[in-house]
């Protein structure tokens, strides 16, 4: 199975290019998260989803109430249920995000070279001449010669609904600017982007913090987005919040990376988040383009290194509306997963967009055919390289189980865990077989009930590279006698061999914990 892994440094057969490429119950190793909205939020688009290879919900809370998502979120519970396929949730802040507001939602027709006002007083309607926005403190902010951007909602940045304005003076609370391209813009909501500005607005606003405390509790959300992440100090402040937030203690924080600001506080965000989302709509408009590919291959690169999750979004933008991508975002989709990204975040595409399932689809398979030329051999050294000696215990153990698993070819890894870290750490040196890991749930009390801990960790690994996990039998303990430990082991070899992915006389590598030492063996299956 493994020997069609052909790399980008040997010459690619062009016949090789024209085959078909082959189903798989994993339609990739890079994990797809979609924006759930209008228009996938059904019980069958939303299983169409899961079929094709979403595998993070996120509900984006810069729009719509509370109320609407919980709708789509049972919808999903369903979905769930009927397509027996995983899927963890991704609550996004909305955070110090500005918005033009139009509560009459009529079209607002901007002519190049004119004028128009921006102000705070959000009772005026919206017009040609003037914009109401949602935040009083952009005058002292701007300066003449300033540049500001205005977009739909998830713009996708190929349509005629956003707009470039240059800041010519300010009047009072008032921000006069000239517009730079003609533009209608419809809709109810647009944000505003002001260029490499610092907004004096908190990360985790108080709107956010309610959502969190009501829906994020309610829901015990796997993953918090947190938008505009600008200093280490932001995701600190967060993790303290969710800490009080019962069970949320155990959410994961990714940091959302949207300015320059946050991008000069990287090495110290990502020291503290649990992983990175690189939002490149919004530094698209920070950065100049030609700078926009750097910044994404060191971020992705520190991200590996580090064993954290990297998600990369804004890539299929033309889906939103057609049913194939343009010859550059294929490209781009898969120079992502070659740069090492973990998953895709898909926005609009899914959100809004006419082609939900095709597009996860069609993100999926590309995935998988850049997944092929990965160069695993080079990416390994790497790693262990930076890692250096003397390797921690278990980082020796993720290493060298991986090591093992593609020198016997090896179909698959399973590794046993009940925190999800060790798995995490297999996953960090990019095997070019799927992980599974079997997460064997802990009993845990408060002095008032008992509860079991595993689906957390479980669901955590739904945004990770390569890994895909399984909830054992709580009456399996993970450090327990080889007896349990034999049962364990066949229920997670039936579910690869019922999902094709293992098969007889092929070999399987495995990684458990016996007593207090750690054991990796390999295994070769009979008939």
């Known amino acids: 199975m493994q020997s ?12 090789s290019i024209l085959e078909p490429s082959k189903a ?9 998260v979609g924006t759930l909205g209008p228009r996938s939020r059904s019980v069958e688009v939303l299983s169409g989803c899961l ?60 002519e190049a070279d004119a004028t128009v006002i921006l102000t705070p007083d959000e009772g005026q309607e919206a017009s040609s001449n003037l914009l109401p926005i949602n935040f009083d403190g952009l005058s002292k902010a701007v300066k003449k010669g300033d540049t500001i951007f205005i977009g739909q909602y998830l713009f996708t940045g190929s349509e005629t609904t956003s707009v470039w304005l240059e800041v010519s003076e300010v009047q009072g609370n008032d921000v ?40 994020g509790v309610k829901n015990k959300i796997d993953f918090l987005s947190l938008s505009y992440t600008r200093h280490a100090e932001d995701v600190r402040h967060a993790r303290e919040f969710l800490s009080k937030q019962g069970d949320l203690y155990q ?3 990714f940091a959302k990376i949207e300015n320059i600001e946050g991008l000069n506080h990287f090495d110290e965000i990502l020291q503290e988040a649990d992983g990175i989302i690189l939002s490149r709509g919004n530094l698209g408009i920070d950065l100049p383009p030609e700078k926009v590919f750097l910044f994404q291959k060191a971020a992705l690169y520190k991200c590996n290194v580090a064993g ?48 939900p399932v095709e597009t996860i689809s069609t993100v999926g398979k590309i995935c998988a055919e850049a997944e092929k030329v990965f160069n695993q051999d080079l990416y390994f050294k790497k790693t262990v390289k930076y890692v250096g000696e003397p390797m921690t215990h278990l980082e020796s153990i993720a290493s060298s189980a991986v090591r093992a698993a593609i020198k016997v070819k090896a179909s698959v890894i399973i590794c046993f865990t009940s925190s999800g870290r060790a798995a995490r750490l297999i996953a960090k040196y990019r095997p070019t077989m799927p992980v599974l890991s079997v997460v064997i749930p802990r009993l845990k009390t408060n002095q008032l009930k008992w509860s079991f801990s595993g689906a957390f960790e479980a669901r955590q690994s739904l945004i990770v590279r390569g890994l895909f996990p399984m909830l054992a039998d709580p009456r399996h303990p993970a450090e327990s006698t080889s007896a349990t430990n034999e049962s364990v082991l ?37 008939d």
């Open 308 to 355: 954290k999750p990297a998600v990369v979004t804004r890539v299929v933008d033309s889906m939103t509306d057609n049913l194939r991508p343009t010859r550059a975002e294929a490209t781009d989709v898969a120079n992502a997963v070659l740069d090492g990204s973990d998953a895709i975040l898909l926005g609009a595409e899914t959100l809004r967009g006419l082609y």
């Open 176 to 215: 006069v600017c000239v517009i730079k391209n003609t533009a209608t813009l419809t809709g109810a909501l647009f944000t505003l982007h002001a260029s490499q500005i610092r907004i004096e607005l908190p990360t985790l606003s108080d709107k956010d913090k309610e959502v969190i405390s009501s829906w």
């Open 490 to 526: 066949k229920v997670a070899l039936d579910h690869g061999k019922a999902s094709g992915v293992v098969k007889p006389h092929d070999r399987v590598v495995v990684c458990q914990k016996v007593g207090d030492a750690s054991v990796v063996k390999i295994i070769e299956l009979e």
């Open 51 to 110: 079929k094709a290879g979403m595998s993070v919900a996120r509900f984006d809370f810069s729009w719509h109430d509370p109320e609407y998502h919980q709708e789509t979120l049972e919808n999903l519970k369903a979905a769930v249920k009927l397509t027996k396929k995983l899927c963890a949730v991704m609550l996004d802040t909305v955070g110090p995000e500005l918005q033009v507001v139009n509560k009459s939602e009529k079209a607002i027709s901007l």
């Open 24 to 32: 798989s119950f994993f339609p990739a190793m890079t994990k797809i």
């Open 251 to 253: 959410t994961q924080i």
């Open 4 to 15: 069609s892994h052909l790399l980008l440094e040997e010459p690619i057969r062009m016949a």
